[in-house]
């Protein structure tokens, strides 16, 4: 038996379905040119129960997930007790299961009402998420795992999105051009994002409330970019990297635990970050192909923050082959056990994604061990989910674990 964490993650929005009253909800209705909608989703507000069970009789120990503000509190200052109840009942299920509960307090949406008041940029806006979490402490006592946000940096990315959202409101929108201001939005150093301070400023008030009310270990996710510099470019690389990624990871210096995601790589010239090359080995969602990047993300993690133990709390691929999704992962695995035998701390391993779900606004880009009928909702567990489990009864990974469970 082994302490080590062996799962598998998701968030409410992707999979619950019918999140009414947040905003991402409103985005799908509002911009159907920018997003799919998300609808019933795998309908995992019903059917929690049978996606854990599926995780633990493969062999896995661990469930990430998270509970939804706007499910909550749908009408600020309205929190509602059953809406309490239900993630609290996903809680014990987990337990009941023999899976550790790691729950994700906020991933990516919130509120409706929220948004409509500000955002993150309200003046209001940490008193309000500060409500919420006290609120919540309540369910989260003895939950082992609590993450604030889930990756801050990709949250403040999202802003970028705004203007593009504003311009379809008044008509003015232009595909092409947009797509250009992103790309270069990207490129361009720029100074850290207001919303990027802002979380950092939530994250603190969060783990402040948590460590006076709960037992758990208490960090956020980060989003691993895996740069890496071209030659003669260091300098630049080392602006990107602090802006886009370390941060966040300055800001978890004080938390229990630094969650690590990273799935690709991307280099950095002297213009800055290089998009990806078209290439018959790109995933779904046109990322390079780098099982490496969980190592290079992992390593970055630990010299950012000072050591802090890491909980890698996604990472995975967007295809449709099911055997390349178990190469991919063996090869991160891999890269992730030689980071272990060098020091590293790193207590547990969470694959993105337990289920194929919504990917904030497409149903293409499937990352999941576990494929679902969106009609009938019948669950379909692939062979990469058996083999996971495989690897997770065979304790920590290393490069003989990993053979084993081929």
Do not use: C
């Amino acid at each position: 038996m082994t302490d080590f964490l062996w799962g598998a993650s998701t968030s409410p929005h992707q999979v619950e379905g019918n999140n009414l009253n947040s905003d991402w909800w409103a985005q799908e209705q509002a911009f159907p040119q920018l997003f799919e909608r998300s609808g019933d989703a795998l309908d995992s507000y019903h059917r929690y129960a049978e996606d854990m069970k599926l995780l633990a009789d493969a062999g896995l120990n661990a469930y990430r997930f998270g509970i939804e503000w706007a499910r909550i509190e749908p009408v600020e200052g309205h929190i509602s007790r059953a809406e309490l109840a239900h993630y609290r009942r996903m809680i014990d299920a987990a337990l009941e299961a023999g899976l550790t509960p790691v729950v994700t307090i906020q991933h990516f949406t919130v509120p409706a009402w929220f948004k409509r008041a500000g955002g993150w940029l309200a003046p209001e806006a940490i008193d309000r998420f500060r409500s919420f979490v006290a609120a919540s402490t309540e369910i989260l006592a003895d939950v082992p795992y609590i993450i604030t946000i889930n990756e801050p940096n990709v949250l403040a990315l999202m802003s970028l999105r705004e203007p593009m959202m504003r311009a379809i409101e008044d008509g003015t929108f232009d595909q092409n051009a947009a797509a250009a201001d992103h790309s270069e939005a990207l490129a361009r150093v720029v100074p850290p994002l207001a919303i990027g301070d802002r979380l950092i400023e939530a994250h603190a008030a969060a783990r402040e409330i948590l460590r006076a009310s709960v037992s758990g270990k208490v960090g956020w996710s980060v989003a691993g970019q895996a740069f890496q510099s071209t030659p003669g470019n260091e300098d630049r690389f080392a602006e990107i990297k602090y802006v886009w990624e370390d941060k966040f990871l300055e800001a978890s210096r004080e938390d229990d635990f630094i969650g690590v995601q990273a799935y690709t790589s991307q280099l950095i010239d002297a213009v800055g970050i290089v998009p990806h090359v078209e290439d018959p080995a790109n995933t779904l969602n046109g990322w390079a192909y780098r099982p490496d990047a969980l190592g290079i993300a992992v390593r970055n993690a630990a010299d950012v923050t000072g050591g802090i133990p890491a909980l890698i709390t996604e990472n995975g691929i967007a295809t449709a082959d099911d055997e390349r999704r178990i190469a991919y992962t063996s090869e991160a695995l891999a890269h992730l056990a030689e980071a272990m035998a060098e020091g590293i701390d790193v207590r547990g391993y969470l694959h993105w994604s337990a289920l194929d779900n919504y990917e904030w606004g497409d149903w293409e880009s499937t990352f999941g061990l576990i494929a679902v009928d969106r009609t009938t909702f019948a669950r379909h567990p692939k062979p990469s989910l058996g083999w996971l489990g495989r690897v997770a009864r065979r304790g920590v990974p290393t490069s003989e674990s990993l053979a084993a469970a081929r």
